[in-house]
T-cell receptor, first 113, second 113 residues
Framework: NAGVTQTPKFRILKIGQSMTLQCTQD?????MYWYRQDPGMGLKLIYY???????DKGEVPNGYNVSRSTTEDFPLRLELAAPSQTSVYFC????????????FGPGTRLTVL | QQQVKQSPQSLIVQKGGISIINCAYE??????FPWYQQFPGKGPALLIA?????SEKKEGRFTISFNKSAKQFSLHIMDSQPGDSATYFC????????????FGSGTQLTVLP
């Protein structure tokens, strides 16, 4: 199993540009999450999904959108990128026997200039 | 509102020493308390977790101490090794909340050889 994979690893955007961060998991987990990590701030939940077709806002959803058309994929869309969105983004999933454990991807480092 | 407070922000320990990281929470509905370990350039990974019906859980050199009345829990790393150098996050989860984790702000541990 590859676990949780994220692409791209790094990206530089200009202010106002848009992009989609990809996240795929092969563990058949129902729950998926997007976090952003800023220095000294821990991880903040952006959006989450409890299953295909079901998504909801987390703590910091402004400026982002998500969709969940399949169990495996949970892309995060940034519209009109702003410098405040410079961060490291992590996707995670949970489910199965260890239902409280979240498995994290390797992250995407995004810089908005 | 920060619901999980973590201290210290950084910690330097000599090889063989004991590393102690503390967390406090506010929401008494939390019922699962994991610790995640994150190495540079990687996503966080579950290290050890505890439920509030026990006061201590030990796995190898890692121990969680839990004080329900004080709403505090801590991670103890015995015989700390340079390979333990990483960022540690405490977190808390409330069952029925789509398994959303609330993270502390993180502690950067450095173990000197």
């Amino acid at each position: 199993n590859a676990g949780v994979t994220q692409t791209p690893k790094f990206r530089i955007l200009k202010i106002g540009q848009s992009m989609t961060l990809q996240c795929t998991q092969d563990m058949n987990h129902n729950y998926m999450y997007w976090y952003r990590q800023d220095p000294g701030m821990g991880l903040k939940l952006i959006y989450y999904s409890v299953g295909a077709g079901i998504t909801d806002k987390g703590e910091v959803p402004n400026g982002y959108n998500v969709s969940r058309s399949t169990t495996e994929d949970f892309p995060l869309r940034l519209e009109l990128a702003a410098p405040s969105q410079t961060s490291v983004y992590f996707c995670a999933s949970s489910g199965g026997a260890h239902y409280n454990e979240q498995f994290f991807g390797p992250g995407t480092r995004l810089t908005v200039l | 509102q920060q619901q999980v407070k973590q201290s210290p922000q950084s910690l330097i320990v000599q090889k063989g020493g004991i590393s102690i990281i503390n967390c406090a929470y506010e929401n008494t509905a939390f019922d699962y308390f994991p610790w995640y370990q994150q190495f540079p350039g990687k996503g966080p990974a579950l290290l050890i977790a505890i439920r509030p019906d026990v006061s201590e859980k030990k796995e190898g050199r890692f121990t969680i101490s839990f004080n329900k009345s004080a709403k505090q829990f801590s991670l103890h790393i015995m015989d700390s090794q340079p390979g333990d150098s990483a960022t540690y996050f405490c977190a808390a989860l409330r069952s029925g909340s789509a398994r959303q984790l609330t993270f502390g702000s993180g502690t950067q541990l450095t173990v000197l050889p």
